[in-house]
């Protein structure tokens, strides 16, 4: 599989950014898919993930403000980010998981940046 992550970018406090992920060689609707961070000094950890059904899971900083989705267009999965703090600052990686399997595979990073 081959995910290409896009869509970062440097923004202020409370702005908006859309990430997506363009996942290749694969059949994306198949998988889970997600999307992590890691943001200086910190491990990389779960912002969203939206499963092969369409059930979707946040982390509890992002509930109410980030939207994961996967779009009409094929392989392609979204993460609608509103209400940015500093805090969200991170390099955003795409995921794919293939269910009841230990295959995970991975974009390259999308940085984001949010300033005060």
């Known amino acids: 599989a081959q995910l290409q992550a896009s869509g970062g970018g440097l923004v202020q406090a409370g702005g908006s950014l859309r990430l997506s992920c363009a996942a290749s060689r694969i059949i994306s609707s198949i998988y889970h898919m997600g999307w992590y961070r890691q943001a200086p000094g910190k491990q990389r950890a779960l912002v969203a993930r939206?499963?092969?059904?369409?059930?979707?899971t946040y982390e509890d900083s992002v509930k109410g403000r980030f939207t994961i989705s996967r779009g009409n267009v094929k392989n392609t999965v979204y993460l609608q980010m509103n209400g940015l703090t500093p805090e969200d600052t991170a390099v955003y990686y795409c995921?794919?998981?293939?269910?009841?399997?230990?295959?995970?595979?991975w974009g390259q990073g999308t940085l984001v940046t949010v300033s005060s």
């Open positions: 995921n794919a998981n293939l269910p009841s399997t230990s295959y995970n595979a």
């Open positions: 939206i499963s092969n059904t369409g059930m979707t």
